[in-house]
């Protein structure tokens, strides 16, 4: 059977349109750091690199080397951890300077995917597909443990709204946001979708 997780990871994947609490267990994922504005053209580059990476895992049977273990799956969704460089992150802006933005993209890989069977996958299509940033991505296994997420509609500019919710919902909670580091899941692509469709997940870790 398929795992999908639309279906297996509601919880994780597909919360309300409003804060909740949920328990993020470890993961593994192929990752890629960059620093700078996501509207520019660099940044695709990016996605492109970890898409590459991610299918080429998915498809790997119909080449003949499929890893121990492999199950069929849905490919999981892009996601990034975003911060902001110390200057900007210390001075007092109405609107956050993207130019200053320091993210860590990332695809989830299925648990039969090894660090071994991730590394062979980043030689195989460095040969096939070369690209000077696949020198660059980790294979990783994260644990963000407890947080606060909850889906958020409409364009990206409009996600402090949502954030101010979840923070409010959090202190309610007898929680605290553990710093402004967040994660975010594309549960739309950008280049198709209009702003005000987009879905995405927004999440933060708490602590008491």
Not at 99 to 119: C, K, N, W
């Amino acid at each position: 059977m398929k795992n999908d997780w639309k279906k297996t990871e509601k919880g994780l994947y597909l919360p309300k349109s409003k804060p909740e609490r949920v328990e993020v267990p470890p993961m593994n994922f192929f990752t890629l750091s960059g620093a700078g504005n996501p509207n520019l053209p660099f940044f695709a580059e990016y996605i492109g690199v970890l898409y590459s990476l991610a299918y080429a895992v998915k498809m790997s049977p119909k080449k003949g080397i499929e890893p121990p273990g492999y199950a069929e799956y849905a490919v999981y969704p892009l996601e990034g951890i975003w911060d902001l460089q110390e200057a900007a992150r210390s001075a007092s802006h109405d609107r956050i300077d993207k130019d200053a933005l320091v993210f860590t993209l990332m695809i989830r890989q299925p648990d039969f995917v090894t660090p071994e069977y991730a590394r062979e996958t980043i030689e195989r299509i460095q040969k096939t597909k070369p690209h000077e940033l696949l020198g660059q991505v980790r294979f990783e296994t994260l644990t963000e443990g407890p947080c606060v997420q909850m889906l958020h509609l409409g364009p990206y500019d409009a996600e402090p709204e949502s954030f101010r919710i979840m923070e409010a919902f959090a202190q309610e909670q007898g929680l605290a946001r553990a710093s402004k580091i967040h994660r975010e899941i594309y549960l739309s692509d950008a280049r198709k979708t209009p702003p005000e469709k987009l879905k995405t997940v927004l999440r933060f870790q708490v602590a008491r």
